[in-house]
């Protein structure tokens, strides 16, 4: 059973950068996407960026020029370089690996989930 494992979160002032790193237990494959999502106190879980294997990417809007997904194949992991930190991107922060599906942004449609990791940016 795949597991994915977080890590990098922590405590930045605004402006401030954080780089996340998303661990797979298994090899991945070419209908694999790996996606990151954050859930603020009383939020709903949203959507933040997504990587297929071939190394497509998807970002949402809030995100876009300020975070940077990426994926190491010799290391099985996936990266959210995130940069110019705002207190609203204050949350948990997920990853989460979508099999075979097509819609990267939904998060229901994801198989697999880690447990998070805590990002709070100070202003």
């Known amino acids: 059973q795949m597991q994915l494992v977080e890590s990098g979160g922590g405590s930045v002032q605004t402006g401030g950068s954080l780089r996340l790193s998303c661990a797979h237990s298994?090899?991945?494959?070419?209908?694999?996407?790996t996606g990151w999502f954050r859930q603020a106190p009383g939020k709903e879980r949203d959507f933040v960026a997504a990587?297929?294997?071939?190394?497509?990417?998807v970002y949402a809007d809030s995100v876009k020029g300020r975070f940077t997904i990426s994926r190491d194949y010799a290391e099985n992991t996936v990266s959210l370089q995130m940069n110019s930190l705002k207190p609203e991107d204050t949350a948990v922060y997920y990853c989460?690996?979508?099999?075979?599906?097509?819609?990267?942004?939904?998060?229901?449609?994801?198989?697999?989930w880690g447990q998070g990791t805590q990002v709070t940016v100070s202003s």
């Open positions: 989460a690996l979508l099999r075979y599906g097509s819609d990267w942004y939904r998060r229901d449609d994801y198989n697999y």
């Open positions: 298994e090899r991945t494959y070419s209908g694999d996407t």
């Open positions: 990587i297929s294997w071939s190394g497509v990417t």
